[in-house]
């Protein structure tokens, strides 16, 4: 099976990750979704974050209110020693399911720092990303350059990142725990 592993703090889950699964159960490119939980993003300030384990609880509710996508909400990063490293995830997934290949879903703002993460080349030719827009970020112009940066490597090292597009949905996570905060109504915006 083909699948796609789409990765994140999901505090919360909201429209903006609805429509990214939509487009990915219906691209017809991959047969499942592994909506994986992570304990903590490195890049992003973690403070007032919900615990790990209540994401992972939402997750779940939130995707069993959507039985039309074909997404399973996987607690793998949870379960594993830290730190957590997406190429540990990635590899660890390829060793429980050998039969499977699997391909990363990231949002454009994650292109520019991409090889700063662990083994990123490698995650780049063996496992690949999908990659979907994010407001304020040229995705294009981000794969490019990377595909040069790999353009003198042998063709199993090359990186594989392909672009999927999804009408873009104005809203974040921050944005709404702000909003939480000031006792307002956010139910629209959750999935």
């Known amino acids: 099976m083909r699948i796609a592993v789409y990765s994140g703090s999901f505090d919360p889950l909201h429209i903006g990750h609805l429509a990214i699964l939509e487009r990915l159960t219906g691209s017809g490119r991959f047969d499942r979704v592994y909506l994986v939980v992570s304990p903590q993003n490195p890049f992003k300030d973690r403070s007032k974050a919900l ?10 509710a939130a995707v069993a209110r959507h039985p039309e996508l074909r997404v399973d909400v996987l607690d793998i990063e949870l379960r594993m020693p830290p730190p957590s490293y997406t190429i540990r995830t990635l590899d660890e997934l390829r060793r429980r399911e050998p039969g499977n290949s699997f391909t990363l879903v990231i949002g454009a703002d994650n292109l520019p720092n991409l090889l700063q993460w662990r083994e990123a080349e490698r995650l780049l030719a063996e496992y690949g990303v999908a990659v979907f827009p994010r407001k304020g970020v040229s995705a294009e112009y981000r794969r490019r350059k990377l595909m040069k940066a790999c353009r003198d490597y042998p063709p199993e090292k090359r990186f ?7 009408p873009e949905v104005d809203v974040s996570s921050t944005e709404i725990r702000e909003a939480q905060a000031r006792g307002e109504d956010v139910s629209a915006l959750l999935m």
């Open 51 to 60: 615990s790990a384990e209540q994401r992972y609880r939402d997750a779940v």
């Open 160 to 166: 594989k990142i392909r672009l999927f597009h999804v």
